[in-house]
Structure formats: structure tokens, C-alpha cells
């Protein structure tokens, strides 16, 4: 087998984005190219989506 790695493009901005082997599902990658949280919604086959915006709301 050979140790590829995978790549998908960026659903905001179009860019390959990289995607270990190793990647867990629901793991966030952040884009190279416009900086948007990616998250890893499905292994096989590999589908990411935008990952919602949390609002952190620690009450300060
Ligand atoms: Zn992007």
C-alpha cells in the first residue's frame, strides 16, 4: 500500500487542502489558503464541510 495523502478542495475557497491518513473523523483542519475551519465529515469517501462558527461565550 501506498502512504498517499489525500487531498480535497477547500468548499470556500477551492484550494487543495491536504488530508493525512491519519485524519479523525470530525478532526478540524484549517485551511492553508483562506483560513477557514475545516472539518472532516466523512472518511470514505473523504467529505469536509466548513465547520459552524462556535460561539465562545465564556460569560468573561
Ligand atoms: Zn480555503
Known amino acids: 500500500m501506498e502512504?498517499?495523502?489525500n487531498?480535497?478542495?477547500c468548499p470556500e475557497c477551492e484550494a487543495v487542502?491536504?488530508?493525512a491518513?491519519?485524519?479523525?473523523l470530525n478532526e478540524i483542519i484549517p485551511c492553508a489558503?483562506?483560513?477557514a475551519?475545516?472539518?472532516i465529515?466523512?472518511?470514505d469517501p473523504l467529505t469536509?464541510?466548513?465547520a459552524p462558527e462556535i460561539e465562545e461565550d465564556w460569560g468573561e
Not at 491518513?21 to 479523525?24: E, S
Open 7 to 9: 487531498t480535497v478542495p
Open 3 to 5: 502512504a498517499t495523502t
Open 37 to 39: 475551519d475545516l472539518e
Open 17 to 19: 487542502v491536504p488530508i
Open 48 to 50: 469536509i464541510e466548513v
Open 41 to 43: 465529515t466523512g472518511l
Open 33 to 35: 489558503e483562506c483560513g
Open 21 to 24: 491518513d491519519d485524519t479523525l
